[in-house]
């Protein structure tokens, strides 16, 4: 796609400017968005045009939000579903994700429609914009939320769609960023970039604080999650620390060194450790247990790739502590745990820590110390630590796009502070089971036939009964 290839062109080019100077090109690249992307005139600009668009809308009875193709993109913006339910609680709100999330999301009663559709990994497939178009033309949606940056509405939605697209609220992100003028997490403005829209031509039925978004998780993957833990004989009364290891850029994913660090000082705890597995950097997991002394690498398990996504998701609730750089686990780690049958009990315990190098920590992060962030939506803490690095800039979100020939992004990571923290917090814990069902935001789940929609869009009958 010709926006693909300009947006790497671009990218290309802020690369080679901080690798040629490191500390002045950061400087440059955030002035030239601040004054350009970022002013008050764009910003301006964009809210007016979107504000003419949801004014023009008849009716708001057919919904239509697509996702961006990443896995923690399906959940985070879950946010922007909640914004419309809030408004309207009776209209079919339909939500486009990648494949092999759908196991994350089903079950979300604010949800219509599920269309698992996306198959692309870094850009989209060339058959994904040909199967929301398809979506979109027979379901002839009042409205439309496009938050991948990957589509070109005019090429994927028909003449006189309304369509609302969340690159424009790029210009607020970037004043948001520089400004420290409130959250920016890419969850919470998807919410609010809806609700400041529709506030101006009525008033939410739904007034609940957002606390955050929701992942779903069957008893099948519970129980494969309790499988993995008992034959791993790992104790649900002890405490349990979780570090994954991989991410999906090497700007983003914590440098061997460091991580090697932080399991040295995991393993003085009296907890138990377990280590994720590697899928874009292949075999980390055991490289970083080769380079620990046998004692040591004793102390810790690792999580089999082989393990399920949900399953993965309802493993993170029997965690007391996750700690993971800026990845799709982070946000399954973060979001609230609700069974889509309603028959488990989940804890929603974990103290959510977030290791951030490239990428703006603002937008992606939790931190329930700092009000410049959100809150992971556990009853425990979060936690977010930025590492120290002489090129950052705001350029750096699309940590995809970036081809630095050096990788900057972690210059000086504070590991002992980070362990301190955890020790500091082991002691607090409690493995009481909880008292009730973690049940907000998903009923309990009712076969439909509509409930999931198959690539083709042919309505398919769901299997997901209480599992």
Request: charged fraction near 20%; charge should be positive; include cysteine.
């Amino acid at each position: 796609m010709v926006g693909n290839r300009l947006s790497e062109n671009l990218f290309r080019l802020t690369s080679a400017l901080t690798t040629w100077s490191p500390k002045a090109g950061a400087r440059f690249l955030d002035a030239v968005l601040s004054h350009t992307v970022g002013s008050r005139p764009v910003a301006n600009h964009f809210f007016r045009r979107n504000l003419a668009i949801v004014r023009g809308v008849a009716h708001f009875d057919r919904i239509l939000v697509i996702a961006d193709i990443h896995i923690g993109d399906a959940v985070m913006l879950q946010g922007a579903i909640t914004a419309f339910r809030d408004f309207f609680p009776t209209a079919r709100i339909d939500y486009i994700i990648k494949q092999s999330a759908a196991c994350l999301i089903e079950g979300n009663s604010d949800i219509s429609n599920l269309y698992p559709i996306f198959t692309g990994t870094v850009y989209p497939d060339p058959s994904d914009p040909l199967k929301v178009s398809q979506i979109s033309r027979d379901n002839r949606y009042d409205l439309c939320l496009d938050c991948s940056p990957f589509l070109e509405d005019r090429r994927v939605f028909a003449k006189g769609q309304s369509v609302l697209n969340f690159l424009t609220v790029a210009p607020q992100l970037v004043r948001n960023e520089f400004g420290r003028t409130g959250i920016n997490h890419f969850s919470y403005q998807s919410r609010e970039f809806v609700h400041t829209l529709l506030s101006t031509i009525r008033r939410p039925v739904r007034t609940e604080v957002f606390a955050g978004v929701p992942v779903t998780i069957s008893d099948r993957a519970n129980e494969e999650a309790e499988a993995f833990l008992r034959d791993s004989g790992i104790q649900k009364d002890r405490a349990i620390i979780f570090l994954n290891p991989d991410a999906a850029s090497m700007y983003t994913r914590i440098p061997f060194e460091y991580q090697v660090a932080i399991l040295t000082g995991l393993t003085q705890f009296d907890a138990q450790i377990l280590l994720g597995a590697g899928f874009t950097e292949r075999q980390i997991e055991q490289r970083l247990l080769s380079a620990l002394p046998p004692a040591q690498r004793a102390r810790i398990a690792c999580v089999p790739k082989s393990l399920s996504l949900d399953a993965y998701a309802a493993l993170c609730d029997f965690m007391d502590v996750f700690v993971s750089a800026d990845t799709g686990p982070l946000h399954i780690a973060a979001a609230r745990k609700v069974s889509r049958s309603g028959n488990h009990r989940f804890r929603n315990r974990t103290f959510v820590i977030s290791l951030f190098g490239a990428t703006p920590a603002h937008m992606s992060g939790y931190d329930s110390s700092d009000p410049l962030y959100p809150a992971a939506n556990q009853d425990a803490p979060s936690r977010t630590y930025v590492s120290g690095s002489p090129c950052r800039n705001l350029t750096c979100v699309n940590k995809i796009a970036k081809t630095c020939k050096v990788a900057r992004c972690f210059e000086t990571l504070d590991v002992a502070q980070i362990v301190a923290d955890i020790k500091s917090y082991l002691p607090r814990l409690d493995h009481r089971r909880p008292e009730s069902c973690s049940t907000a935001l998903v009923a309990p789940r009712q076969e439909s036939a509509e409930s999931i929609v198959s690539p083709g869009g042919a309505s398919v009958v769901s299997n997901l009964r209480a599992s």
